[in-house]
């Protein structure tokens, strides 16, 4: 946003990821210098690796394009990652002359494989959320919070083309204290007014947009997942999804892989990376919702990210590297036929007027599912309510039930015939007609209704606000894909539920990561 940058410090780096050896560059403005930097990395503890003083910062603006070309900062600091720095996030922080910080993020990767279990962060998720300097894939985010422009406006304001060479806004990347789940932890009570968000007191006093929430790494889902994983003794090692896009054989080495929480935006080379892996005999853990929805491309080696969300088919030619839906029949690969599931089929849960007094649970079908073994479960349990263990964004898949009772997956736009469906709960992709005032504005209804139900008519746009929630495995070439479907597995993680636990565990055992 326009603010940024000119009352307090802030940086980008030349490259998210490295390794041990090479050299990262910040790139930084500060209104009062000379400043420090910290790097820390951060898991169940922080641990500080450098520190740098009296460093020489300029006062820079940021320009009025920045969210499109970058801001165009001189290199204030470099250093190099060390020998000793263990695979993980790091924490970058620049802090002034008057004690105001700014912070980036850094990926350390390891030289080879040290751990069973590859955590790609979501890094295109963050960027295209990224509105700093004014705004993102969503929205025009400094018009919106400004009072410039309406909802709708400031969607209509949304941009295709996001520069990687600026900063992260500070509620994006590293909010403190106290940030509010995007769900509500309770369901909705008789006439009452729908909300969105655990805490609405919260996000007025710290002037969080509506897009704060959804990606970033520090007290969000997937350091949630590693404060359980270094807690249960559990080794990680680290990668971003650039680095499936630019390192194929990145995957080489590890028999499980994790994605955590949401992640929204996969490119081409990432999926085909991820293909290669579960093809060869790995195991895919997604423990994520809205999963490998959009569709993006990286230019200008990795400096630019082409997100052009539902203008994909209008603003650039029609073809394999247009972006857009990865369902769009136009590249004949549903994201189903990796990830087993879709947001087409699922959507929100306790969320605005979307299944507002919804269980926050799973109720579970498949009992003797593998993944089950030894959870005390049985059919028609329900298991992470209180948590809520589904909420916010949530994937699912058409079904049918069989002369046994059970859910069997219906094999439309890419979901796998050989689908086990453990668990089911109802979401919605938008709310729908109601006397209140709109919180989920229903994103291109007939586009979508076309592709998940083969019609844009009125009927099949109301069929898209009937969706579920779908816990599920597949097998696919010689490996195995197992799906929570939903973004807050790592919270009931966190909060020591005992069947996600155990489900998790044995998830990771059968795919070799314990």
């Known amino acids: 946003m326009a603010a940024f940058g000119s009352e307090t410090p802030a940086l980008y780096s030349d490259r998210l990821s490295a390794r041990p050896g090479e050299r990262v560059a910040l790139h930084a403005s500060a209104p009062r210098g000379p400043c420090g930097i910290e790097v820390a990395r951060v898991g169940a503890d922080r641990e500080v690796v450098l520190t740098l003083e009296g460093v020489h910062v300029g006062d820079h603006s940021t320009p009025a394009d920045a969210d499109r070309n970058g801001c165009g900062w001189p290199e204030a600091a470099a250093f190099e990652v060390g020998a000793d720095w263990r695979s993980g996030y790091y924490d970058v922080v620049l802090t002034d002359a008057e004690g105001r910080i700014g912070r980036h993020m850094l990926c350390v990767k390891p030289v080879k494989p040290t751990a069973r279990i590859a955590l790609v962060l979501t890094t295109n998720t963050l960027h295209a959320y990224n509105y700093w300097g004014g705004a993102s894939a969503y929205c025009d985010v400094d018009a919106l919070m400004t009072g410039r422009a309406s909802l709708a406006e400031a969607m209509a304001g949304a941009i295709g083309v996001l520069s990687a060479e600026r900063p992260f806004p500070p509620l994006l990347l590293a909010p403190p204290e106290g940030m509010p789940r995007l769900v509500n932890l309770s369901p909705r009570g008789f006439g009452q007014r729908p909300w969105a968000g655990a805490d609405t007191a919260w996000s007025k006093a710290h002037r969080q947009t509506p897009y704060d929430g959804s990606a970033g790494f520090l007290r969000k889902w997937e350091q949630a997942f590693v404060r359980w994983a270094e807690g249960e003794g559990i080794g990680l090692d680290y990668l971003t999804d650039y680095d499936l896009e630019t390192e194929p054989g990145a995957l080489d080495g590890y028999p499980c892989v994790a994605l955590v929480g949401h992640s929204e935006y996969w490119s081409a080379g990432q999926r085909d990376t991820l293909e290669r892996f579960v093809d060869n005999g790995g195991g895919l853990a997604i423990l994520s919702g809205n999963t490998a929805f959009w569709k993006v491309r990286w230019e200008a080696e990795g400096r630019r990210l082409i997100c052009r969300k539902w203008k994909g088919m209008e603003d650039e030619p029609e073809g394999p ?35 507002a007094r919804g269980a926050g649970g799973y109720t579970v079908y498949r009992s003797d599912h593998w993944a089950l073994e030894d959870c005390d479960l049985y059919y028609g349990d329900v298991i992470g309510g209180e948590v809520p263990l589904v909420g916010y964004e949530n994937d699912g898949c058409l079904f049918d039930f069989g002369d046994d009772g059970l859910p069997r997956a219906v094999p439309r736009l890419g979901v796998p015939e050989g689908l086990e469906i453990i668990a089911v709960t109802p979401a919605a992709f938008a709310e729908a007609p109601s006397p209140y005032r709109p919180l989920i504005p229903p994103e291109q209804l007939p586009v979508v209704a076309k592709i998940a139900h083969g019609s844009a008519s009125e009927a099949a746009q109301a069929r898209m606000l009937r969706g579920h929630a779908v816990m599920a495995s597949f097998r696919r070439g010689k490996g195995e894909v197992f799906n929570t479907g939903t973004t807050e597995w790592a919270h009931a993680l966190a909060a020591g539920d005992p069947f996600v636990t155990r489900i998790t565990r044995n998830v990771l055992k059968r795919f070799g990561g314990l």
Do not use: N
Not at 327 to 346: D, K, N
């Open 321 to 355: 590297d247009a972006t857009h839906l990865w369902s769009h029949p136009v590249f004949a690969r549903p994201e189903a036929q990796i990830t087993g599931l879709s947001f087409l089929y699922g959507g929100y849960h306790r969320l605005g007027l979307c299944v």
